[in-house]
Each structure stands twice: as C-alpha cells, then as structure tokens.
C-alpha cells in the first residue's frame, strides 16, 4: 500500500511569489495534518482536518497560508505571498483513528530566496 | 496537550542496547504515547506506541512507568541505520495531535 504522497519534493520560489504543496494521504485516513518543520526543530502543527472539516487551525497563520482537502482525501496548503521565514520542510501526514499511528509523508522542502 | 522532555542527545555503540528515557510528568488518563524517529531528509517514522502496558514490535520495546509519568523506548541491538532523532509524543484523544519536542540525536559508534 502506498504510504502518504506530498509533492514537490522540493521547491525554490522568489520570495512574495505564490506557492503551493499537495498531499495525497493513505486511503481510507480521515484525518490530516500540515506540519512545519524548521531545521533542528520538531514538527508544528498547522491544521488539521477530520475529513473535509479543518478542526484545528490555530496555529495557521490565515493572513498568507490557507488550505483546503476536498472531498475529504487529496489535501493542498499555499501560501500567497512567500516570505524569507517560510523556508522550512511541510510534512503531511495522516492516521485512520484516535488511538492508531500517523503517517507521514517525505515532506516538501521549500525555499525562499 | 501536556509535553515531554527528553534529552538532547545519545552515544550508543552498534548491537549493544539502548535505553531513550521520556518524561511526561503531566500526562493525562487518556493520553497516549507514541515514539516516531525521524532519519536525515525523510518525514518522521512511526516506532511504537501504548497507554498503559509495556508494549513490544519488530522495532523497540517501549517501556512505560507504573505512574505513567515516564517511558523508555528500548532499542534491543542498535544499527548504524537506527541513527536519527527520537521524538516522544503525547497523543490526546481529545486534541488529535502530535505535539512534537525536540526529540533526542542518537548517534550509533560502529
């Protein structure tokens, strides 16, 4: 079975220039995650999703990323305009239940010059 | 979500055993935890998890205090390909997150 799928795996853009990551979670996974991850530093949690519905985004920074995962599966975080400081790895993941394991994808390495 | 602390880094040498402690001193009866690792370029890798019992995989063995306030992730004959950062994570099930530290660096001596 195919793991959690993110593409780009890695991205350079101009800093104030639009972006955008794609994440395909493991089939039959209500539940999604956007991580951020700084270098030498754990994953942040961005959003997550219970199927369709975005049940935690407090720690999305709504002036420049938003995301959405339509009909509950595939899932896509951008970011509009791109800074200095958003240069990070953004880890998807996804798990079927409470009390079972997440997933995660390999990440997309962003850049911004 | 209640944290954890564990420590910065470890020096095991390769096949001999090793003992990554956690502490999580304000962990909640519904909390459980979970041990990801996490090699150079990849996302995180699940290892183990449990609530109450010690609890045993192909991987580790996680260990977990009678008060529940600590655990060990138990790594029986480490590899150099076991080298990576061992994060400790509480899972709420009311909160549906893993909060992640800053995990421990294994480094593995051949």
Same mark, same amino acid.
């Given at each position: ?12 853009? +101009? ?11 493991? #089939? ?17 949690? /961005?959003?997550?999703? +219970?199927? +369709? ?21 595939? #899932?896509? /975080? ?19 239940? /409470?009390?079972? +394991? ?7 390495? /962003?850049?911004?010059? | 979500?209640?944290?954890? $602390? ?19 001193? $304000?962990?909640?009866? $519904? ?5 990801? %690792? ?13 609530? $109450?019992?010690?609890?045993?995989? %192909? ?8 008060? %529940? ?21 509480? %899972? ?19």
């Amino acid at each position: 079975e195919a793991g959690v799928v993110q593409s780009p795996r890695y991205k350079i853009i +101009e800093k104030k220039q639009p972006v955008a990551f794609w994440c395909n979670p493991i #089939s039959g996974h209500n539940t999604l995650y956007w991580y951020l991850q700084n270098l030498g530093q754990g994953p942040e949690l /961005l959003i997550r999703y +219970e199927n +369709e519905e975005a049940v935690d985004d407090s720690q999305l920074p709504k002036d420049r990323f938003s995301a959405e995962r339509l009909k509950g599966v595939d #899932s896509t /975080l951008k970011i509009q305009p791109a800074e200095l400081g958003d240069s990070a790895v953004y880890l998807c993941a996804s798990s079927l239940g /409470l009390t079972t +394991e997440a997933f995660f994808g390999q990440g997309t390495r /962003l850049t911004v010059v | 979500d209640a944290k954890t $602390t564990q420590p910065n880094s470890m020096e095991s040498n390769e096949e001999e055993p090793v003992h990554l402690p956690c502490n999580h001193s $304000t962990i909640s009866g $519904t909390d459980y935890i979970h041990w990801y %690792r996490q090699l150079p370029s990849q996302g995180p890798e699940y290892v183990i998890h449990g609530l $109450t019992s010690n609890v045993n995989n %192909r991987m580790a063995s996680l260990a977990i205090a009678e008060d %529940r306030k600590s655990s060990t992730l138990i790594l029986h004959r480490a590899t150099l390909r076991d080298a990576a950062v061992y994060y400790c994570i509480l %899972r709420s099930l009311t909160g549906n997150q893993f909060y992640f530290g800053t995990g421990t660096s294994l480094t593995v001596i051949p």
